[in-house]
C-alpha cells in the first residue's frame, strides 16, 4: 500500500517536473528578451548621438564655408571697386579695433584717476582694476588678431 502511494505521489511529482522546468525556462527567456531590449535601447540611444555629432559637424562645415565664401565675395567686389575701396576695406576691423582700446583704455585711466583722487593706495587700485572681464577682452581680442588669423592662412 505504502508503495502504491509513493508510486502516486513521485508519478504526479515525475508529470509535474516538465511544467516546472517550462516556467524556469520562460522565466529566462523573459530576462533574455528584456537585456536584449535594454541592449537594443542603448544602441538606438547611441546611432542617435552619432547621427547629431554628424548633423553638428556637416552644419559647422556650412558655416565655415558661407564665412569663407562670405570673404571672397568681400574680397572681389572690394578689388572691383579699385585698389582705394580695398584700402579702406582692409582698415575697417583695425581701425574698429584700435578705436575700441583707445576708448577701453581711456575709461580705465579715468576709472584709476577716480580711485586715486578719492584716497587709494595706486597699488591697490591697479591690481583690483584688472579683472577676469578684462582678461576675457584681452583675450579675445589677441586670438581675433593673431591665433585666428594663422588659422585663416593656414586654412
Not at 530576462?31 to 544602441?43: C, D, I, R, T, V
Request: proline share 1%; aromatic share 10%.
Amino acid at each position: 500500500m505504502i508503495e502504491t502511494l509513493l508510486g502516486g505521489v513521485f508519478g504526479g511529482l515525475l508529470r509535474l517536473a516538465p511544467e516546472a522546468f517550462k516556467l524556469f525556462d520562460r522565466a529566462n527567456e523573459r530576462k533574455h528578451e528584456l537585456s536584449m531590449l535594454g541592449a537594443e535601447m542603448e544602441f538606438a540611444k547611441l546611432r542617435g548621438e552619432i547621427s547629431m555629432r554628424q548633423t553638428e559637424a556637416s552644419m559647422t562645415m556650412a558655416e565655415l564655408d558661407a564665412i569663407g565664401e562670405a570673404f571672397k565675395e568681400q574680397s572681389d567686389t572690394a578689388k572691383a571697386a579699385g585698389s582705394w575701396v580695398a584700402g579702406i576695406s582692409a582698415l575697417v576691423r583695425p581701425t574698429v579695433t584700435y578705436a575700441f582700446l583707445g576708448l577701453y583704455a581711456a575709461v580705465k585711466v579715468a576709472a584709476y584717476l577716480i580711485a586715486i583722487e578719492q584716497g587709494g593706495n595706486w597699488k591697490e587700485v591697479l591690481t583690483t582694476m584688472w579683472g577676469a572681464d578684462d582678461l576675457a577682452v584681452f583675450n579675445m581680442i589677441i586670438s581675433f588678431w593673431f591665433v585666428g588669423r594663422v588659422y585663416e592662412r593656414n586654412r
